[in-house]
């Protein structure tokens, strides 16, 4: 079946980097992405990579993808205070009827401290 | 970017009343539309995806007679909780995706408490 899997926490200092994995099962997912959730709002596209690729670099933002073991990660360069959030890693799989649809993780609470 | 809008942001209701959740592509035709919950420090899950003008499909698990989804135009769909309980509080978020793209854009979500 369809699944996602994340590590829950994440603490960082600021000024560091930081790193989120993630794992999945569905190898035939399109794209992957990455979300980030602030408390009490929707989810905002980070960024996302297509499956024929190993790496997608935007800004501070590096997405490295390693199909052969389902591996995906986010590197956030310099992190900052702003970036505490969760971070969901999500695929494209199949809905019900055969509509594309995202199967998200649970979710990492990236934590800055100064 | 595109913008998805929802509304309300938060609403309080009494149990057995129904409560209806409006999403708005604001800058761009959504020809489809999906519904997700979210329980707290959980992720979210798909309820349903609709495309504007067919009816809705539900994912395996969600009753479609007690989360009605109506698509009815390119920039909005609705979401009816009916005879709404306490275990239907939640934060509900829709997505919304044009006609040439695989992106989704989501809207910030709308939290609901039954009491």
């Known amino acids: 079946g369809e699944d996602v899997e994340q590590s829950l926490f994440l603490s960082v200092r600021e000024g560091d980097s930081s790193v989120i994995n993630c794992t999945y099962t569905?190898?035939?997912?399109?794209?992957l992405y990455w979300y980030k959730q602030e408390p009490g709002a929707g989810l905002q596209l980070l960024t996302y990579i297509f499956s024929n690729m190993d790496m997608k670099q935007d800004q501070r933002l590096t997405v490295l993808l390693n199909k052969k073991d389902k591996h995906l990660s986010l590197r956030i360069a310099d992190t900052q205070t702003g970036d505490s959030a969760i971070y969901f890693c999500?695929?494209?799989?199949?809905?019900?009827?055969?509509?594309?649809?995202?199967?998200f993780g649970a979710g990492t609470r990236l934590a800055v401290h100064p | 970017g595109a913008v998805v809008s929802q509304h309300p942001s938060w609403v309080i209701c009494k149990s057995g009343t129904s409560v209806k959740i409006e999403c708005r592509s604001l800058?761009?035709?959504?020809?489809?539309m999906f519904w997700y919950r979210q329980f707290p420090k959980q992720s979210l899950m798909l309820m349903a995806t609709s495309n504007e003008g067919s009816k809705a499909t539900y994912e395996q698990g969600v009753e479609k007679d007690k989360f009605l989804i109506n698509h009815a135009s390119l920039t909005l769909s609705t979401l009816t909780v009916t005879s709404a309980h306490p275990e239907d509080s939640s934060f509900y978020i829709c997505?919304?995706?044009?006609?040439?793209?695989?992106?989704?854009?989501f809207g910030p979500g709308t939290r609901l408490t039954v009491t």
């Open positions: 997505s919304a995706r044009g006609r040439t793209t695989y992106e989704q854009y």
């Open positions: 800058d761009f035709q959504a020809t489809t």
């Open positions: 569905d190898s035939s997912s399109t794209y």
């Open positions: 999500a695929e494209s799989g199949q809905g019900s009827g055969g509509y594309n649809k995202l199967i």
